[in-house]
């Protein structure tokens, strides 16, 4: 158990000493890695998009160590968990107290399909495959690259009506575009930047790129953007770089 945080390991041993028993644990390998979000459905304002991950599990509960926290009486400390499994997400109720449905039927353990309501509590989430093609919006997807090591885009931005430098991560990118994590809303639906990209493994490459969509996110109590980036212009020694690192990542 010394891959799921100790808080959480507390907090479903307090719910019951079994319930962890027969059920898989967080470290995942061979996963198959299609995308696929959780969407929170809010009744006011944006709902809130989660990008499940395609190695680990995603919990969900009150306590705020979850990956996806949610309040309530009826909501125990660690209610929930989806886990990717080769081809599939399945969801486990980890003994909550209220328990879960999916698509208005009590449920255990169940293999996620597309579109899945599920009810937890007071809360309504979606569970939703991303369509390759619609990862980047439209941009290709050839040699798409999940980037295991740090890699990370910097661009000069306007904040608060100064000009600065900012950064964000590069959680997946491909010869056409990339999807950044942004921890400041800077960035917005049809903005041209130009910016460098660099990690251990790939050497500065220089774009100008167009936002082709933004989501909004929140993650332990913090608001992160997820933004689409479509690769607008790279100089040749660039695209040869991302070219190179992105056929090596695929051997």
Same mark, same amino acid.
């Given at each position: 158990m010394k891959?799921?945080?100790?808080?959480?390991l507390?907090?479903?041993?307090? $719910?019951?000493?079994?319930?962890?028993?027969?059920?898989?644990?967080?470290? &995942?390998k061979?996963?198959?890695?299609?995308?696929a979000?959780?969407?929170?459905?809010?009744?006011?304002?944006?709902?809130? @998009?989660?990008?499940?991950?395609? $190695?680990?599990?995603?919990f969900?509960? *009150?306590?705020?160590?979850?990956?996806l926290?949610?309040?309530?009486?009826?909501?125990?400390?660690?209610?929930?968990?989806?886990?990717?499994?080769?081809?599939?997400y399945?969801?486990?109720?980890l003994?909550?107290?209220s328990?879960?449905t999916?698509?208005?039927?009590?449920?255990?353990? *169940?293999?996620?399909?597309h579109?899945?309501?599920?009810?937890?509590?007071?809360?309504?989430?979606?569970?939703?495959f991303?369509?390759e093609?619609?990862?980047?919006?439209? @941009?290709?997807?050839?040699?798409?690259?999940?980037?295991?090591?740090?890699?990370?885009?910097?661009?000069?931005?306007?904040?608060?009506?100064?000009?600065e430098?900012?950064s964000?991560t &590069?959680?997946?990118i491909?010869?056409?575009?990339? *999807?950044?994590?942004?921890?400041?809303? @800077?960035?917005?639906?049809?903005?041209?930047?130009?910016?460098?990209?660099?990690?251990?493994?790939l050497?500065?490459?220089?774009?100008?790129a167009? @936002?082709?969509?933004e989501?909004?996110?929140?993650?332990?109590g913090?608001m992160?953007y997820?933004?689409?980036?479509?690769?607008?212009?790279m100089?040749?020694?660039?695209?040869? *770089?991302?070219k190179?690192?992105l056929?090596?990542?695929?051997?």
């Amino acid at each position: 158990m010394k891959d799921i945080p100790s808080k959480l390991l507390s907090s479903i041993m307090k $719910n019951g000493k079994s319930i962890l028993r027969g059920l898989p644990r967080r470290e &995942v390998k061979d996963s198959f890695g299609r995308p696929a979000v959780i969407i929170c459905e809010k009744i006011q304002g944006k709902s809130s @998009v989660y990008n499940l991950p395609n $190695n680990n599990e995603f919990f969900m509960g *009150r306590n705020p160590e979850n990956n996806l926290c949610l309040t309530g009486d009826d909501i125990s400390d660690v209610h929930a968990k989806i886990r990717p499994e080769k081809e599939n997400y399945m969801l486990y109720n980890l003994a909550s107290k209220s328990g879960l449905t999916v698509n208005w039927g009590k449920t255990l353990k *169940r293999r996620l399909e597309h579109k899945d309501k599920i009810k937890i509590g007071s809360y309504s989430l979606i569970f939703e495959f991303v369509k390759e093609n619609e990862i980047f919006d439209g @941009v290709g997807m050839k040699k798409t690259k999940y980037t295991s090591s740090p890699m990370t885009l910097k661009l000069l931005a306007k904040v608060n009506d100064k000009l600065e430098e900012v950064s964000g991560t &590069v959680e997946d990118i491909n010869i056409n575009g990339a *999807r950044i994590e942004m921890q400041k809303e @800077v960035l917005h639906k049809g903005n041209i930047i130009e910016a460098g990209i660099s990690s251990s493994e790939l050497q500065l490459i220089e774009v100008i790129a167009q @936002v082709i969509w933004e989501r909004v996110s929140e993650r332990n109590g913090k608001m992160l953007y997820d933004i689409g980036l479509q690769f607008l212009e790279m100089d040749e020694k660039s695209r040869n *770089r991302l070219k190179n690192y992105l056929e090596d990542k695929s051997v």
